[in-house]
């Protein structure tokens, strides 16, 4: 084989210097190479292959891995003979790439940087992998890495790490990202990286631990791209989903999720922390969980679903989840619900801001915190509910197999407008609140269920208006312990008719008559069917104050409650329909 023997130098002073003082241990001594002699220096590991040492120990310095000054070069490589050398692309060279006896080694006990292994090439897979599967400090420099395949880490005490999100950027072309991949997998370390995907294939995981356990921990990481579902594809996934309970004390911190599947997903696992994390935009779930044993989150912020594309999103969907502490968090905008507990135990919740639906249509039905299917023992404290915005959102919601939740010190932050949702329907066992409060009072919650009642209605009317009630169906339920909404649907025939106004009375509702101490109904909304009054004039409307009786009237400011101005040619038999809503204040 041709070789090439490149100028002996006098010294190694004009070695690159960015290494600082190189070292070699001789007979158990560190000598300064510039003070060994008859170093030399060569272009690029390719010509590194195709030379031969002189002697023993022979140091030469590689100015680039493909080009000089591509900072590929890596540390002064050192001639050794008498062995049984495999080049690796790095800190073994051997002649010819072939292996052999002979080989230039480097004597480096520092981070392994992927660049002096050749990774600064179009496609460097195959590279990245075969570092990876060294183990040990691997450090990635600054740049763009595209792979068209999964890396896996495999090795225990593995760290990767790189100079920061946005700056080191790993890309997968239609591929999953990095798999951590027991079993037994220990002592792993990723962060300072970003991982990227291709924003279109489905079933594919950003960031996947498997059958990882004990001291493994990622921090500093941004994941976009993976998936373009809400099931399987997420940007971090936790656990192998196949039953096995293999996966252990994982610390996350400060990992964003982005355009993903779903953003944190954690299966068949224990003793899992987050903290500092970040998902949103993603298609699915912010946050997923199933058979998670013990853990927490702490702090971050799960928000904002694509709802260009997504389908349905919960911010916190936890499922057969127990013994989970969460504080601190933020969430808004999901599609379906903020928090749901699915058959969970020892769930906590303390300090966090849970906002509501703003950007979704308030056509849509949601729930803010949403307990069901033996959901037992969780409590919530010390949180806020903000930014219900719609009639069909509601705040809490427990079902009747709940039992034993408590929610304690909660503030549910309601526009006026929108008072009449839901603030809690308990349905379940000793479910427990205090202090649930709306709009910062100190008012208290005590129980809101719909209770159903067929009301009275009784039309006074002046003119030539006599209609007769056909239908009448009602319900009320308790906001507050001093708050109570009310919501009447009257159907009625009527005479064909000219003008007509008057008192409406709305009576039968199933209270005590002590209650009704005093009482005021703000805003009153009425909504009609029926086009013989659509000039009907509903305005300034409260209700009369009516001590001992179980009757509301209903009159307008200016002794007007409803004015109909009829059509001449009106048929006599039509049914009409009108919708009345009030929340009566007691005092």
């Not at 220096?41 to 590689?62: E, S, W």
């Not at 509910?385 to 509601?394: A, F, M, P, T, W």
Request: net charge negative; charged share 15%.
């Amino acid at each position: 084989m041709a070789t090439t023997v490149y100028k002996q130098l006098a010294t190694m002073q004009d070695l690159t210097p960015s290494y600082g003082k190189v070292i070699q241990r001789r007979n158990g001594v560190d000598v300064e190479l510039d003070k060994i002699g008859l170093g030399f220096t060569v272009p690029t590991i390719a010509d590194l292959r195709n030379t031969t040492g002189l002697f023993q120990d022979q140091v030469a310095n590689v100015l680039g891995y493909y080009t000089p000054g591509d900072v590929g070069g890596g540390p002064p490589r050192i001639w050794k003979t008498g062995g049984a050398y495999v080049d690796n692309g790095g800190s073994v060279i051997t002649p010819g790439g072939v292996p052999g006896p002979d080989a230039w080694i480097w004597e480096w006990s520092g981070p392994k940087n992927v660049l002096w292994y050749g990774a600064g090439t179009s496609d460097p897979t195959a590279i990245l992998q075969a570092v990876f599967d060294m183990g040990g400090s691997i450090y990635i420099p600054e740049g763009d890495y595209n792979s068209t395949s999964m890396l896996y880490v495999r090795v225990n005490g593995t760290t990767i790490y790189g100079d920061g999100k946005g700056v080191t950027n790993l890309r997968f072309a239609g591929t999953g990202g990095i798999k951590c991949e027991g079993p037994n997998l220990q002592d792993i370390s990723i962060h300072n990286i970003q991982i990227i995907g291709n924003y279109a294939t489905s079933n594919t995981i950003g960031l996947q631990l498997d059958r990882v356990i004990r001291g493994a921990s990622f921090s500093d990481i941004f994941i976009r791209g993976f998936g373009t579902d809400g099931d399987f594809s997420s940007g971090v996934f936790v656990g192998k989903g196949d039953g096995t309970l293999g996966t252990w004390s994982i610390e996350l911190e400060n990992i964003t999720v982005e355009q993903c599947g779903r953003g944190f997903v954690i299966i068949e696992s224990q003793n899992v922390t987050l903290i500092a994390c970040v998902s949103r935009l993603n298609f699915g779930d912010s946050f997923y969980s199933r058979d998670w044993i013990t853990g927490a989150i702490v702090g971050g912020t799960f928000e904002n679903s694509d709802s260009t594309r997504a389908t349905n999103s919960i911010a916190l969907n936890m499922q057969d989840t127990r013994d989970i502490s969460i504080s601190g968090i933020y969430t808004e905008n999901s599609i379906d619900e903020v928090v749901r507990l699915n058959n969970c135990r020892g769930i906590t919740f303390s300090g966090c801001r849970l906002n509501g639906f703003t950007s979704i249509p308030v056509s849509d039905t949601h729930i803010m915190i949403n307990l069901v299917n033996n959901t037992v023992g969780c409590i919530f404290t010390g949180s806020t509910i903000d930014s219900i915005s719609s009639l069909n959102q509601s705040a809490i919601v427990c079902d009747s197999t709940t039992k034993f939740n408590t929610f304690s010190n909660i503030t549910i932050s309601v526009p006026l407008a929108y008072i009449a949702a839901t603030i809690v329907d308990d349905r379940g066992f000793q479910n427990k609140f205090s202090s649930v409060t709306r709009f910062g009072t100190s008012q208290t919650y005590v129980g809101n269920q719909y209770v159903e009642f067929t009301p009275t209605i009784t039309f006074q009317t002046n003119g030539d208006f006599a209609p007769t009630a056909t239908t009448l169906n009602g319900r009320l339920k308790y906001l507050t312990d001093k708050t109570i909404f009310v919501e009447i649907v009257v159907s009625f025939t009527a005479n064909a008719y000219a003008t007509a106004s008057g008192q409406l009375i709305i009576g039968g509702l199933p209270v005590t008559s002590e209650v009704f101490t005093g009482m005021i109904v703000n805003p009153l909304n009425l909504s009609f069917s029926g086009h013989d009054y659509s000039g009907s004039n509903f305005q300034d409307i409260r209700a009369i104050n009516q001590p001992n009786t179980d009757e509301i009237k209903i009159q307008g400011i200016t002794a007007t409650s409803y004015t109909f101005f009829g059509v001449a040619n009106i048929q006599p038999s039509t049914t009409h329909n009108f919708y009345i809503t009030g929340v009566i204040s007691i005092y």
